[in-house]
């Protein structure tokens, strides 16, 4: 049934470190071997040995639309005609930071990057050229990209310099980033009692989605707004999961708080390498060539990727029945399980992401995360998979839904998952 996949993989590990370009590909917490995939159009991903499967991962949250939605390769395709970089500004970039601006509540002017870590280390460049600021306080458990400073722990006291989480980053990397808990005011307002004038900004995930799916508690970004201006530093939300995916404003627009800066990827460049950070006016010129903060891209506004996201941001807008409808579908999901599983299971639940957490906790951090059961997670997840449904091979990972999953093919996911969890 996976021949074809095992064999690839063996092959894969021989020329790639682990056979794979992103470590969670490599389905290693499930023990599984991954799937090579061949193709995916509409809900639908089919791997090398022919296999259909129901697709809930969605290349991790830019296929809102579904896989291969035809006007978007059609632009794609055409835009292909016409060169495919040239390294010098074109029309689609000013269009593409048009749409930013009209969707997106708090953001004025934005610059375009090649993903989400880019957008993330030069936003933090931004906000820390602004204040004349090191520090930046994060979540433990929000997953901001791969850039050296970012990729932290929590530091061994509450309130000592956060540690690298790999090898590879130096100490001093880490100890201007502090780590606070996701939902815990408390956690935030003793870090600012302590660095009053030395923190830069905040950034959070409005919705956490790589600790699982974990909602912000009432209050608690309104909160984050509050004491960051109170302190004289920015708020950043970064937006690469939740951006156009809660709302054609994303996260920012759902829960009515705006940021001062704001971080995209995954959705905005419409299945393309795209990134983007932006916001007020005043902070963004710090930006190099107006301003002092240096950050460049050779692929940066690419022509074809900035072709795909255009396409993408239009459907959006032009049809914004999409939203209900993607509640509804992972609503129906989230409900099916909450039946068949009872207590045993905690499911959260916003917009079109959602997570099964295999724990009789009330997930609203990474500590309540955390205590999930990956073991009996690893054995549902190769369940759905042995029945036609891929999900991500992670506990701590969302379920996307798109617009292309079709009632039908919800249902069916439905009846697998109380197959799963009733017998
Ligand atoms: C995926 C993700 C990133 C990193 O984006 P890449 O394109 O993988 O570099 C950053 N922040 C959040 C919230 C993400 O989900």
């Known amino acids: 049934m996976d021949t074809k996949s095992k064999k690839l993989f063996e092959e894969a590990r021989r020329y790639i470190p682990g056979g794979v370009n992103s470590p969670v590909r490599a389905f290693g917490a499930v023990g599984r071997t991954p799937r090579f995939i061949a193709s995916a159009y509409g809900d639908k991903i089919v791997d090398v040995d022919g296999n259909e499967m129901i697709d809930y991962v969605c290349s991790w949250g830019p296929g809102i639309l579904g896989h291969a939605n035809?006007?978007?390769?059609?632009?794609?395709?055409?835009?292909?005609?016409?060169?495919?970089?040239?390294?010098?500004?074109?029309?689609?970039?000013?269009?593409?930071?048009?749409?930013?601006?009209?969707?997106?509540?708090?953001?004025?002017?934005?610059?375009?990057?090649?993903?989400?870590?880019?957008?993330?280390?030069?936003?933090?460049?931004?906000?820390?050229?602004?204040?004349?600021?090191?520090?930046?306080?994060?979540?433990?458990?929000?997953?901001?990209?791969?850039?050296?400073?970012l990729l932290v722990k929590a530091g061994s006291g509450a309130l000592t310099a956060s540690i690298p989480d790999s090898a590879g980053v130096p100490l001093d990397?880490?100890?201007?980033?502090?780590?606070?808990?996701?939902?815990?005011?408390?956690?935030?307002?003793?870090?600012?009692?302590?660095?009053?004038?030395?923190?830069?900004?905040?950034?959070?995930?409005?919705?956490?989605?790589?600790?699982?799916?974990?909602?912000?508690?009432?209050?608690?970004?309104?909160?984050?707004?509050?004491?960051?201006?109170?302190?004289?530093?920015?708020?950043?939300?970064?937006?690469?999961?939740?951006?156009f995916r809660l709302a054609t404003g994303g996260a920012q627009e759902y829960f009515q708080v705006t940021p001062d800066l704001?971080?995209?990827?995954?959705?905005?460049?419409?299945?393309?390498?795209?990134?983007?950070?932006?916001?007020?006016?005043?902070?963004?010129?710090?930006?190099?060539?107006?301003?002092?903060?240096?950050?460049?891209?050779?692929?940066?506004?690419?022509?074809?990727?900035?072709?795909?996201?255009?396409?993408?941001?239009?459907?959006?807008?032009?049809?914004?029945?999409?939203?209900?409808?993607?509640?509804?579908?992972?609503?129906?999901?989230?409900?099916?399980?909450?039946?068949?599983?009872?207590?045993?299971?905690?499911?959260?639940?916003?917009g079109s992401l959602l997570s099964v957490f295999f724990t009789a906790r009330e997930v609203t951090d990474y500590e309540s995360a955390v205590s999930s059961d990956t073991g009996r997670f690893a054995q549902y997840f190769g369940y759905l998979l042995d029945h036609g449904i891929y999900t991500a091979p992670s506990q701590f990972e969302a379920m996307f839904v798109s617009d292309a999953h079709t009632q039908e093919d919800i249902e069916e996911t439905c009846l697998v998952l109380e197959g799963y969890f009733r017998r």
């Open 70 to 149: 035809p006007r978007v390769v059609e632009k794609v395709r055409e835009a292909c005609t016409y060169g495919l970089t040239f390294g010098a500004p074109t029309a689609r970039e000013v269009e593409l930071a048009k749409l930013i601006e009209k969707m997106v509540p708090s953001i004025e002017v934005s610059r375009l990057v090649s993903s989400g870590t880019e957008a993330v280390m030069s936003a933090l460049r931004v906000a820390r050229g602004y204040t004349k600021r090191d520090k930046i306080l994060k979540f433990i458990g929000c997953y901001h990209g791969h850039s050296d400073g």
């Open 173 to 243: 990397y880490t100890k201007n980033t502090l780590t606070a808990s996701y939902n815990d005011k408390d956690s935030v307002e003793r870090f600012f009692l302590k660095y009053p004038k030395e923190i830069a900004a905040v950034i959070v995930e409005p919705v956490a989605a790589n600790m699982g799916v974990v909602l912000p508690q009432d209050g608690f970004l309104s909160f984050l707004r509050e004491i960051t201006t109170r302190y004289g530093a920015l708020l950043i939300f970064d937006e690469v999961i939740t951006g």
């Open 262 to 350: 704001t971080t995209l990827g995954k959705i905005v460049g419409g299945g393309m390498p795209v990134g983007a950070y932006g916001g007020r006016r005043d902070i963004m010129e710090f930006a190099a060539p107006v301003g002092p903060v240096y950050q460049a891209g050779t692929l940066s506004g690419n022509p074809v990727s900035t072709a795909a996201g255009i396409e993408t941001l239009r459907i959006l807008m032009e049809d914004p029945g999409i939203y209900g409808r993607l509640e509804r579908k992972a609503k129906k999901i989230a409900q099916a399980v909450r039946n068949a599983a009872g207590d045993s299971v905690c499911v959260n639940q916003i």
